[in-house]
């Protein structure tokens, strides 16, 4: 079992930035991916950004020039800095990640942080 714990989420005006962070503890022996996901109010759940363990990393096309996905693998830790925020970013945000354990690979969600973008 691999908890995920996000932190960071809050109210922001537009163009302002905010950093999301996500700590994955449990039991694992590889992070594959960690990322993050959002859920804007009567929308499905979409990709944000995500990246690999050989730091390879894929953005949504919306937040492409304006969000940065980092992580720390010595601290199983990744980060999504979001700058020039709009008002479309209002979302909650999933941390998401795959994990090789016994031979499987297995997903986890995190519960979500709220980001709201006021105009």
């Known amino acids: 079992q691999v908890r995920l714990v996000e932190s960071g989420g809050g109210l922001v005006q537009a163009g302002g930035s905010l950093r999301l962070s996500c700590v994955a503890s449990g039991s694992f022996s590889r992070i594959n991916v960690m990322g993050w996901y959002r859920q804007a109010p009567g929308k499905e759940r979409e990709l944000a950004a995500t990246?690999?363990?050989?730091?390879?990393?894929n953005y949504a096309d919306s937040v492409k020039g304006r969000f940065t996905i980092s992580r720390d693998s010595a601290e199983n830790t990744v980060y999504l800095q979001m700058t020039s925020l709009k008002p479309e970013d209002t979302a909650v945000y999933y941390c998401y990640t795959n994990t090789y354990y016994s031979g499987t690979s297995w997903n986890y969600w995190g519960k979500g942080t709220l980001v709201t973008v006021s105009s």
């Open positions: 990246i690999t363990s050989g730091d390879s990393t």
